[in-house]
């Protein structure tokens, strides 16, 4: 059961981890997708906080989407926050870099 | 079918995938394991065709194990030989380098 004060479903998703706080084994399995990494490419390539969720290009479904970010937040990769109806993103790059030294170098800073 | 010019199923589980011709995705999901990791940190810090498969010390089935050692084949990660009955490896770790520059760093080299 949910009481009315936890928020929205949408407020409550929103729940972040430090990528300090992130087993190997989680940032491996969020980095092993393909659809994960051209997320995170992008991101990189771009100002934080510039790119809402619906603005990348991904062949799946809008769920599998919501997904594919939720792995991503939990997994201390992205961060996210509510704009009006825009969902925005950053790449947690320093922070991850500090946890995972050379991990997003040696999967994101190369071609598939 | 299989014949009998095939060889032995012993024989012909021994194909190797060179580094070079192993996707990303397909390394990463061969990293994303933690038996995986036991296995290629205790081969890195040995000296190569030193260690039979049946010597580590994994808490995994027979089949799990050997299941184990042919997704790490499969991946470029290592290389096996038979001699007499014991199944002998070594880590790739400089042709695995070459490929994927940083990606055992990032994940082998460090605790979970």
Redesign the interface.
Known sequence: MVSAGEGSARARSLSHVAPADV???TA??A????VR?TILRDLATHDDWSRACGTFDLPVTKATRSHHFAVLRAAGLIEQRDEGARRLNRLRRPEFDAA????L???ID?A?
């Open positions: 087993p190997l084994q491996l399995e980095l092993a997708d393909p990494r995972f030294p050379g991990l170098a040696a999967t190369r598939d």
